[in-house]
């Protein structure tokens, strides 16, 4: 059986995606530092998976550590690379944090697996790459320009594809995956894996459920004065256990399809446009609790309103996101209660 390397795999997506390699037959490696993660989370993909991956406690841009994996499994056929510190205000803050963390650990990863030999990469990438589209890329899809990056994180995903298309070019033999992800929500339906948050919840599902929770005495709504139906911004907000799938499709089809473009790029989201006032409601809808927001202005550097159109990763790869959003919603639920034990 094939082994894929998971880097930043006790993440909240990387351990999703363990999961669904695992139950499709993968042997699964994870390398994590732990600096955004638990080392806990090993116990909860083994209690979907029926067992635990091989799991090495480093840090991606140290070479040598990273060239003790590879050497320790030799049967790796792939890599899909998740490790990347992504707060957004923190980019700002700590910039250099930032650039050499998520810069660093591609390029590492990247020489690595070319000593090694190993040529698939599978690459976390997102829709801030797009800022605010235009009218005329809305939904938004693969051939929407790239605009400047609203953040020094941004700017690492628009490097790291940046440095994995140039590496390409020069090394026919890597192939790479580049998925762009909308914006990622809920839990493993058994609540035994979920986001782990370090504070206070910068994103809007965290920030929700932890309301629901009674952690925080109401949701602010960052402005219902922009150009969209209510008012409110606008997001497509993609389940985590249907993002951690197309994982597993996109390294099938490295595996096993010769006809295919050396460097791939698909966004990975649902084609729906939902505001914040509608999640609202439909988070109230999946789970019968009332959600206590007031309306506060715009919060600096958001963007109004950006969706995906998907259509190329429907047909190319096979996959969909179709996962009801209040079934979605539920899940994030079931994992907040199970944290809070309520
Ligand atoms: P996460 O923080 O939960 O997972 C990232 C994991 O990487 C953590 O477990 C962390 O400990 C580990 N890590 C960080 N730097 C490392 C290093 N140098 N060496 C080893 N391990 C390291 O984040 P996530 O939400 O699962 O995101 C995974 C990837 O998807 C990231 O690259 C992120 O930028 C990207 N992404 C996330 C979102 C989102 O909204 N969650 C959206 C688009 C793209
Ligand atoms: C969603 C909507 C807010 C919190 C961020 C990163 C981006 C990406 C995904 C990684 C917005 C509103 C939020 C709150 C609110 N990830 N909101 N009250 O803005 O799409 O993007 O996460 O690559 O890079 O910037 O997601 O969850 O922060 O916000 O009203 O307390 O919810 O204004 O409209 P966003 P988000």
């Known amino acids: ?122 690459f976390s990438s997102s829709c801030t790459v797009y800022g605010q589209p235009d009218e005329a890329h809305l939904p938004v899809d693969e051939t929407a320009p790239i605009q400047t990056a609203l953040s020094p994180y941004g700017n690492t995903k628009q490097i790291n594809e940046e440095i994995i298309r140039d590496e390409a070019h020069a090394d026919k033999s890597l192939n790479a995956t580049i998925l762009r992800y909308f914006n990622p929500i809920g839990a493993h339906p058994s609540a035994c894996i979920g986001e782990l948050l370090n504070g206070v919840p910068q994103n809007l599902l965290p920030f929700v459920t932890q309301t629901a929770a009674g952690l925080r005495p109401e949701l602010k709504v960052f402005g219902n004065d922009y150009n969209t139906p209510d008012g409110s911004c606008i997001r497509d907000y993609i389940y985590v256990v249907d993002l951690a799938k197309a994982h597993v499709k996109a390294i099938d089809r490295m595996l096993n399809v010769e006809d295919r473009d050396q460097v791939e790029v698909f966004n990975l989201g649902t084609g729906n446009g939902i505001s ?57 639920w079931k994992w907040e209660k199970k944290l809070r034990k309520l």
């Open 276 to 332: 914040v006032f509608t999640l609202i409601n439909e988070f109230e809808a999946a789970t019968g609790v009332k959600l206590p927001y007031t309306v506060v202005g715009r919060r600096e550097g958001d963007i109004e309103q950006v969706w995906a159109n998907p259509k190329k990763a429907n047909e190319v790869l096979g996959w969909k996101a179709d996962t009801p959003l209040r079934d979605v919603l539920a899940s994030a």
């Open 1 to 122: 059986m094939s082994r894929i390397l998971v880097t930043g795999g006790t993440g909240y997506i990387g351990s999703h995606t363990t999961v669904e390699l695992m139950q499709k037959g993968f042997d699964v490696t994870i390398v994590d530092n732990l600096s955004n993660s638990s080392i806990d989370v090993l116990d909860g993909i083994a209690a979907i998976a029926g067992r635990k991956p091989d799991f090495a406690n480093i840090d991606c841009c140290n070479f040598m550590d990273l060239d003790g994996v590879f050497r320790q499994y030799p049967d790796i056929v792939g890599v899909i690379h998740f490790a990347a510190s992504k707060a957004v205000n923190e980019s700002v803050e700590k910039p250099l944090l930032y650039y050499r963390n998520n810069l660093g650990s591609l390029v590492t990863l990247l020489e690595v697996m070319k000593l090694h030999r190993v040529p698939n990469i599978v």
